[in-house]
């Protein structure tokens, strides 16, 4: 990929961009850990300096990638969200859509989901400025439960979370207060389920669940009703999504 590099304000947009598509193309080959300026500057066939110029440094290249792929991961799930809402699914169907979505995104691009959700990228520290866009997913997820705690579609806990409060500020802050019993705790079974949502992709994109499961999107669509279940949420499955 050829590109001279000039000082118009086209470049302002179309550097970064050539850059940070021969990075993507880089996280697969060589992932995250292996990506250099040096290499970057090579494949797109940039001068090292016009990289730099753009992102001085290494971190600041994983940084963008990362925001990007938040902000693309983000955008899948609340476009599943308002299609889903716009047809006027249940919340149940709502999680399956926006959880589907993001499986999707997965799939299709695996290197950014690496990114994100694999191992730690060594000696790379992800800024503040990557919390907002990391946001987004649990946003969704939060939206959901809301709507559904506000629609009476959440069935009471059997076991409610004791002892001292177990969330951080910001997490109460993200879903818009503590409900009142007996849904005190649903923030907290908001975040198992996020976290159940994040591990089963894991598994499905890292190659898991392969050699022990037969349909891996069924047993996804399963996994997530039985994980919806501790929030009390129905996610209805089959064709059916109403």
Same mark, same amino acid.
């Given at each position: 990929m050829e590109v001279?590099?000039?000082? /118009?304000? @086209?470049?302002?947009v179309r550097l970064p961009a050539v850059i940070?598509?021969?990075?993507?193309?880089?996280?697969?080959?060589?992932?995250?850990g292996g990506l250099s300026l040096d290499?970057?500057?090579?494949?797109?066939g940039l001068a090292l300096t016009d990289v730099e110029a753009v992102f001085p440094h290494r971190d600041d290249l994983l940084t963008a990638l990362v925001i990007d792929a938040y902000?693309?991961?983000?955008?899948?799930?609340?476009?599943?969200d308002q299609a889903a809402t716009d047809a006027n699914a249940s919340a149940g169907a709502r999680l399956l859509a926006v959880t589907r979505a993001l499986r999707q995104? /997965?799939? @299709?691009?695996?290197?950014?989901f690496t990114l994100i959700y694999g191992s730690p990228v060594p000696d790379y520290h992800?800024?503040?400025?990557t919390v907002p866009p990391a946001s987004r997913t649990p946003a969704v997820l939060a939206g959901i439960v809301r709507s559904a705690l506000e629609a009476g579609e959440l069935t009471p806990p059997r076991r409610v979370a004791s002892g001292p409060p177990l969330l951080l500020p910001e997490a109460v802050e993200l879903f818009g207060g503590v409900p009142e019993a007996p849904f005190s705790d649903i923030i907290e079974r908001g975040i198992v389920l996020w976290s159940n949502?994040?591990?089963?992709?894991?598994?499905?994109?890292f190659s898991r669940t392969h050699d022990s499961v037969r349909d891996e999107s069924a047993f996804f669509d399963f996994a997530i009703a039985v994980a919806a279940e501790s929030?009390?949420?129905?996610?209805?499955?089959?064709?059916?999504?109403?």
């Open positions: 001279s590099a000039t000082n /118009s304000a @086209d470049d302002n940070k598509a021969t990075a993507r193309q880089l996280l697969v080959k060589l992932g995250a290499t970057v500057a090579r494949d797109s902000n693309a991961s983000g955008t899948a799930m609340e476009q599943a995104w /997965s799939f @299709d691009n695996p290197a950014e992800a800024p503040q400025d949502l994040i591990g089963l992709l894991v598994f499905q994109v929030i009390g949420l129905v996610v209805p499955l089959g064709d059916n999504t109403d």
